[in-house]
Nanobody, 115 residues
Framework: QVQLVESGGGLVQPGGSLSLSCRVS????????IAWYRQAPGKEREFVAD???????KYAGSVEGRFTISRDNAENTVYLQMNSLEPEDTAVYYC?????????WGQGTQVTVSS
């Protein structure tokens, strides 16, 4: 069974930065793409960013220019560098790996942006 483990969440002040990691139990090139989603209290889970097997990246408009997705192939890890954080970025952040229409999710990591 594919396992994804997120880490790096925490409490940060507005304007600060955090880096999230998603370690995958298999070679990340086995997947069509790996993405970050987030879910704020009382809201639906929403797309944040993804990177496909070819290295192409996509971002939600709300994070474009502030967040950067990257990967370390040797470590089977995908990162999300988050800069200029805002209170509206507060959410549980989830990593999702997709292959042939099947999705695998991590357990999530909490990010709280507050002064």
């Amino acid at each position: 069974q594919v396992q994804l483990v997120e880490s790096g969440g925490g409490l940060v002040q507005p304007g600060g930065s955090l880096s999230l990691s998603c370690r995958v139990s298999e070679n990340i090139f086995n997947f069509n793409d790996i993405a970050w989603y987030r879910q704020a209290p009382g809201k639906e889970r929403e797309f944040v960013a993804d990177i496909n097997v070819g290295g192409n990246k996509k971002y939600a408009g709300s994070v474009e220019g502030r967040f950067t997705i990257s990967r370390d192939n040797a470590e089977n890890t995908v990162y999300l560098q988050m800069n200029s954080l805002e209170p509206e970025d507060t959410a549980v952040y989830y990593c999702r790996a997709r292959i042939l229409g099947q999705n695998f999710w991590g357990q999530g990591t909490q990010v709280t942006v507050s002064s």
